[in-house]
């Protein structure tokens, strides 16, 4: 996991980890990045129409998944990290909620059949894994048609939090790679972090 509270343990060679020890709620939801990366601004932000199944890749302590559940019918919460679900249970089971289905496993193989998902959350972890490439197609098969991907990571210059600069993907990396696959709907920036909101073509 990251410091916006995404686990980061999905590309065999991700050169910027983080440990799970300790309290990794407190570490990973401060208020600075809170403030930072509201998680209701950015979920609002992606226009959900209908309530279908959204995958959260990468989903750490729940972060984005909980807002998520309010909005979709179903929620794929996927992290490496047993810790990080085991987090994520405890939560669930304080919070009441029904709607969110927790996996162990890598975000590049999702465990679901071809075009049955119709929303996919990629936050903070795009330039985590070994093949950016194969994370958006594992995207792509995922989604139904015309289904969307949302990409959010840090900008590629200095913030006070976050992997090093020169592990960073900027946006125009996440819109030329996806581009065979994806088309661009919407785009958000701020000083740390830019959310892209693509469809499936």
Not at 141 to 146: A, M
């Amino acid at each position: 996991m990251d410091e916006s509270g995404h686990s980061n343990r999905h590309g065999r060679h991700a050169g910027h980890r983080f440990e799970p020890d300790g309290d990794v709620t407190e570490r990973l939801e401060g208020r600075e990045r809170e403030e930072a990366i509201p998680a209701d601004e950015v979920v609002r932000r992606l226009g959900f129409s209908s309530k279908g199944l959204s995958v959260d890749l990468g989903a750490g302590t729940g972060y984005f998944s909980f807002p998520l559940s309010e909005f979709a019918g179903e929620v794929l919460s996927i992290d490496i990290e047993p810790k990080m679900l085991e987090v994520m249970t405890g939560r669930i089971s304080e919070r009441a909620i029904g709607n969110i289905q927790l996996v162990q496993g890598e975000i590049t193989s999702v465990p679901l059949a071809d075009s049955s998902a119709d929303h996919v959350l990629a936050a903070f972890v795009y330039h985590e894994v070994a093949s950016q490439k194969r994370l958006l197609a594992e995207c792509a098969r995922v989604l139904r048609p015309g289904g969307r991907l949302d990409v959010i990571d840090f900008q590629k210059r200095e913030t006070s939090f976050g992997p090093p600069v020169g592990e960073r993907k900027s946006p125009e990396h996440v819109i030329r790679t996806a581009g065979k696959q994806f088309r661009l709907e919407s785009r958000f920036e701020t000083d740390v972090f830019y959310q892209l909101g693509l469809s499936k073509k």
